[in-house]
């Protein structure tokens, strides 16, 4: 009976641990699962020479705060925001053109959005996290903000979530 008794709660306690481990798994599953899917993510230009950085605009602390360090400006706040014009969105860095406003949506998040970049003109860096990824002017390195994926809000199915403060607004010429 002793014997009976020891290895019904051995196994007991093994089923025990399965369920545990099954459990811890599934939890695991699911919230893998909810985290955004990135493409594979580019490295910011490491070929910059001091002659680039010469010809740099000059920022204010706001702007190298978001730019430089890579912060966020306060949502809803940004001068480009409902900006509706036609026109060309440039790195205020170094002015090279990122955006067209072909590509500008309203997601209601609080910063410009945009559903595609100027080809080759931002780069994708994954966050040490893993949770989001960065984007940055492909020609300084300038922080740009985040792009998000399956959000449905366009038919592209991305959003560039941009800090006005990173960016300058050159309108199309009439004529």
């Known amino acids: 009976m002793a014997r009976f008794c020891f290895v019904y709660l051995y196994m007991k306690s093994t089923l025990k641990r399965i369920m545990f481990t099954i459990a811890g798994f599934l939890l695991l599953s699911s919230i ?15 070929t910059i020479t001091k002659k680039d950085m010469s010809n740099w605009n000059k920022l204010t602390k706001e702007e190298e705060a978001v730019i430089v360090h890579k912060g966020t400006e306060y949502p809803g706040t940004g001068e480009l925001l409902n900006n509706k014009e036609k026109g060309t969105y440039t790195c205020k860095r170094c002015n090279a ?27 994708r860096i994954q966050d040490a996290d893993g949770s989001r990824t960065e984007i ?23 959003r560039h979530c941009v800090n006005s403060v990173s960016m300058n607004f050159v309108p199309d010429t009439k004529g």
Do not use: M
């Open 32 to 46: 893998t699962a909810c985290a955004q899917k990135q493409p594979k993510a580019a490295t910011v230009p490491t």
């Open 136 to 158: 940055v002017c492909a020609a300084c390195g300038g922080h740009l903000g985040h792009v998000f994926l399956g959000e449905g809000f366009t038919l592209k199915n991305t």
């Open 97 to 123: 053109p990122l955006y067209r406003s072909e590509t500008k949506f309203e997601s209601y998040c609080g910063w410009p959005s945009f559903d595609d970049e100027i080809e080759g003109a931002v780069k």
